[in-house]
């Protein structure tokens, strides 16, 4: 391929399984909405690829047909559709096949809560789809320069292309979470027309089985994940997750580059979710909205007792067992806890056993609501973020834009967007949060008394809220990362 010089536009097909409004499971669907619109801002001519669920399908006002895929081998016949998305005019093309797409239930598992037992064949397709329209087997005018894939879900792109005779992009895979692997049965390879030769150590399989996102670190020209410490973290154990070997091979080839946020939807200056919006010039009226979120949900309304907030997808990774061990010491501070979010049932019922333990101090709200979110944020005085691992993670980064100081597990994006407070960051003024490094109650809970002790000192808050607000968490940066990473692979590729 040619090397495209620096004046001329980039075009991309970005990859994805999911994309925020139609589609979104988790943070996936926030980055393949925004990082492909402020791309587009810097004159890259990226265009998303996707499956048509039928969120997707229905979500669409207007679409035109573009090609017909009859005689698809290995798989269902394919009509491709055209469309933009609502919000950010981002072009992307539908993947419409009914057979795999159109039913009920979610992305990944069906109305029972269970992986479809056909997601090898769902997602192979996606992967087929993404390598012929960036190959010359395409029938579209337009043709990519970059095949940019996302987890698992397009890991199998870069096979595909490795193994086409012709013309073909260059391909990037990024890794969100490399705790989901794509594992399928040996027979899933020749399933799927990947030649049999792929089946190798160097190659699609894993521990006997064709991993769809080992395809894509073996066979990707480059590999991104969403953090530097992230990127550093997965070549070694545990966060590896058996493909560490792999990834240390290809060191030379990993890049970290840290997801921004939508700053338009979270902006407590403008924010509509807010009872009262304020800046970091004008924090007085930060109080308000704690107040209003304490009287919404059953806390006692005290302007000046210390509230702590959590919101996520309630699993393991997320620490959870952390904030239960921690709790009735944190009441007793005395601090108040909320807590939203919904997903292992064993957590969420201790979570609702903790809140009827202590009530009018702890307050826990199973399932989602987007404007309380943005409340919480607002309204809190601290978040905790005890992950784990955490790739990247957002909602330290709207906590820190909401001039609620995060405390966080040394780990991920979390190191790369929180600063310890420390008297020599509060001295330079980065301090933005605080951070604990070993996973067990006690390191939690001397995280929590150094919050405590910062917050009682309202000068040192204050000068902690201002260093978060304001820190640029947009996504200009990121994306002008992925762009320098575009042209080095096409140069490197001419």
């Not at 480059?222 to 990127?231: E, G, L, R």
């Not at 997750?241 to 792999?246: D, T, V």
């Not at 979120?293 to 919101?311: K, N, P, R, T």
Request: proline share 6%; glycine share 8%.
């Amino acid at each position: 391929m040619p090397a495209i010089s620096s004046h001329q536009a980039f075009k991309v097909l970005f990859i994805t399984p999911e994309v925020y409004p139609l589609c979104k499971t988790g943070g996936l669907g926030d980055v393949s909405a925004a990082l492909p619109a402020a791309l587009r801002q810097l004159g890259v001519d990226v265009r998303l690829l996707l499956p048509g669920y039928p969120s997707v399908m229905s979500g669409i006002k207007s679409k035109r047909k573009v090609a017909v895929f009859d005689e698809l081998s290995y798989f269902p016949p394919v009509t491709l559709w055209s469309a933009k998305l609502q919000a950010s005019n981002v072009p992307l093309y539908i993947i419409d096949c009914p057979a795999l797409y159109q039913r009920a239930g979610g992305p990944y598992l069906n109305p029972a809560g269970k992986n479809w037992p056909d997601n090898a064949l769902r997602f192979g397709l996606l992967s087929k789809m993404g390598a012929i329209l960036a190959s010359d087997a395409t029938s579209l005018a337009w043709q990519p320069d970059i095949a940019h894939c996302n987890d698992w879900q397009s890991g199998l792109v870069p096979a595909y292309l490795h193994f086409h005779p012709g013309k073909k992009a260059a391909s990037l895979i990024s890794i969100h979470n490399l705790a989901f692997q794509g594992c399928f049965p040996a027979e899933t390879v020749t399933q799927l027309g990947l030649p049999a030769a792929s089946f190798a150590m160097e190659g699609v399989e894993y521990y006997g089985n064709l991993s769809f996102i080992k395809a894509g670190l073996y066979y990707a020209d480059h590999i991104t994940t969403v953090s530097p410490t992230y990127a550093r973290e997965i070549q070694q154990e545990p966060l590896g997750f058996g493909l560490q070997g792999l990834l240390a091979t290809r060191s030379q080839d990993i890049s970290g580059i840290v997801n921004g946020i939508d700053t338009m939807a979270w902006d407590p200056v403008s924010d509509p979710h807010l009872s009262k919006n304020y800046s970091d010039k004008h924090l007085v009226a930060k109080k308000v909205n704690k107040r209003v979120l304490q009287q919404a949900m059953g806390l006692e309304v005290d302007s000046d007792i210390l509230l702590f907030a959590a919101i996520s997808r309630f699993s393991e990774q997320k620490g959870y067992d952390l904030i239960l061990q921690a709790a009735s010491q944190l009441v007793q501070i005395p601090a108040q806890l909320v807590v939203l979010g919904s997903g292992d049932a064993l957590l969420e019922a201790s979570l609702a056993k903790l809140a009827e333990a202590y009530p009018g101090k702890i307050a826990v709200y199973i399932g989602f609501d987007e404007a309380l979110s943005h409340l919480i944020e607002a309204g809190a005085d601290s978040f905790l973020m005890p992950s784990r691992f955490e790739p990247c993670g957002l909602n330290q980064m709207y906590s820190q834009r909401y001039g609620t100081p995060p405390l966080v597990h040394a780990t991920g994006g979390l190191i790369d967007t929180v600063v310890d407070c420390t008297p020599a960051t509060l001295a330079d003024g980065s301090a933005s949060g605080f951070q604990f490094h070993d996973m067990t109650a006690e390191d939690f809970l001397a995280g929590i008394q150094r919050v405590v002790a910062a917050y009682r000192n309202q000068s040192i808050w204050r000068r902690l809220q201002r260093n978060g607000m304001r820190k640029n968490f947009s996504w200009q940066a990121s994306a002008t990362a992925y762009r320098e990473i575009y042209q080095l692979l096409l140069t490197t590729s001419g």
